[in-house]
Nanobody
Framework: VQLQASGGGLVQAGDSLRLSCAASGRTFSPSMMGWFRQARGKEREFVAAFSRSSGSTYYADSVKGRFTISGDTAKSTVYLLMSSLKPEDTAGYYC????????????????????WGQGTQVTVSS
């Protein structure tokens, strides 16, 4: 199973950017796909998650109202549309997935996800 993230780049504050994460693997059918980010010198933190079974979405308070997560269930692909970007959004963004049942309270936990992509860098200049 591989997760391939793409779409990062250098943008100015207020701009938008869309990240994509495609999962590959013949029998891979994740129940939950999400995005985390890690800024230099900081711990990895939850950004957003998408439940492929229910279509429910979950967001960190810091991105709620600015970021939108969506998924293509047929392709096991998840997208993150980031709008009104701020310099504090600068980080490496990692997609993650799990095939296990995931209670809502665990969607924000790094350890709840079994598969991780390689990360894509987002840099927001002021």
């Amino acid at each position: 199973v591989q997760l391939q993230a793409s779409g990062g780049g250098l943008v100015q504050a207020g701009d938008s950017l869309r990240l994509s994460c495609a999962a590959s693997g013949r029998t891979f059918s994740p129940s939950m796909m999400g995005w985390f980010r890690q800024a230099r010198g900081k711990e990895r933190e939850f950004v957003a998650a998408f439940s492929r079974s229910s279509g429910s979405t979950y967001y960190a308070d810091s991105v709620k109202g600015r970021f939108t997560i969506s998924g293509d269930t047929a392709k096991s692909t998840v997208y993150l549309l980031m709008s009104s970007l701020k310099p504090e959004d600068t980080a490496g963004y990692y997609c993650a997935a799990s095939q296990r049942y995931m209670p809502v309270l665990r969607t924000t936990r790094v350890e709840a996800y079994d598969y991780w992509g390689q990360g894509t860098q987002v840099t927001v200049s002021s």
